[in-house]
């Protein structure tokens, strides 16, 4: 079966840096993806990672380890509008299946 | 501008009744998917399409159609075998191929309410 875990919820204060894990069992692995959604609102992408190692965009980074089946989102400098749910994601050949999500909670 | 179109933003059904869910893209993406996504969780892939004219059962497609004619529209009907309805729905689509590195754009979803 495939299946992906990450925590339901993380707060965090303004100004922080904040990680959010995801672990993932899977048939057909190409990448882990990372994806952002705010209340009410359509997912957007972040970032993937086809490869060991750490990708950094901005304020986001995302660490895969295909070896552990292990992946994280990093946050830095936090701010409320980061406040939402994230949702990593394992593309397997034309499918990707999607966790069930963290919400990320920012307090000032 | 390029995007996804997702229509009506909001839609009822009363029992017994089918409803379809309309899924329009101008980005000239090959792949296109359909995800129902309840309060609280993830998303759930009900059908997905790589190419015109062919379409695939995702892990929860009891209950629902589509059809994909054209290149640009992939249309979902939600029909009354599908008892529980209730959620929020959205499409997305992403260039053809198996990699995961081009993401997928989703539309803005529309929320399906039982009468």
């Known amino acids: 079966g495939q299946s992906l875990e990450q925590p339901s919820e993380v707060t965090a204060v303004e100004g922080a840096i904040v990680q959010i894990n995801c672990t993932y069992q899977?048939?057909?692995?190409?990448?882990l993806s990372w994806y952002q959604q705010h209340d009410g609102g359509a997912p957007t992408f972040l970032s993937y990672?086809?490869?060991?190692g750490l990708e950094e965009t901005g304020r986001f980074s995302s660490f895969l380890s295909r070896s552990d089946s292990y992946g994280y989102l990093l946050l830095q400098e936090l701010q409320m509008k980061d406040s939402a749910s994230y949702f990593c994601?394992?593309?397997?050949?034309?499918?990707?299946?999607f966790g069930a999500g963290t919400r990320l909670f920012v307090k000032a | 501008d390029g995007g996804i179109t997702q229509s009506p933003k909001y839609l009822f059904r009363k029992e017994g009744q089918n409803v379809t869910l309309s899924c329009e893209q101008n980005?000239?993406?090959?792949?296109m998917y359909w995800y129902r996504q309840d309060p609280g969780q993830g998303l759930r892939l009900i059908y997905y399409?790589?190419?015109?004219?062919?379409?695939q059962k995702g892990d929860i497609a009891e209950g629902y159609s589509v059809s994909r004619e054209k290149k640009e529209s992939f249309p979902l009907t939600v029909t009354s075998a599908q008892k529980n309805p209730t959620a929020f729905y959205l499409c997305?689509?992403?260039?053809?191929?198996?990699?995961?590195?081009?993401?997928?754009?989703f539309g803005d979803g529309t929320r399906l309410s039982i009468l």
């Open positions: 997305a689509s992403k260039e053809g191929g198996r990699a995961g590195n081009q993401p997928q754009h």
């Open positions: 899977t048939s057909g692995f190409y990448g």
């Open positions: 990672n086809a490869l060991d």
């Open positions: 994601a394992v593309t397997g050949g034309f499918k990707t299946i």
């Open positions: 980005l000239n993406h090959d792949a």
């Open positions: 399409s790589q190419i015109v004219n062919d379409f």
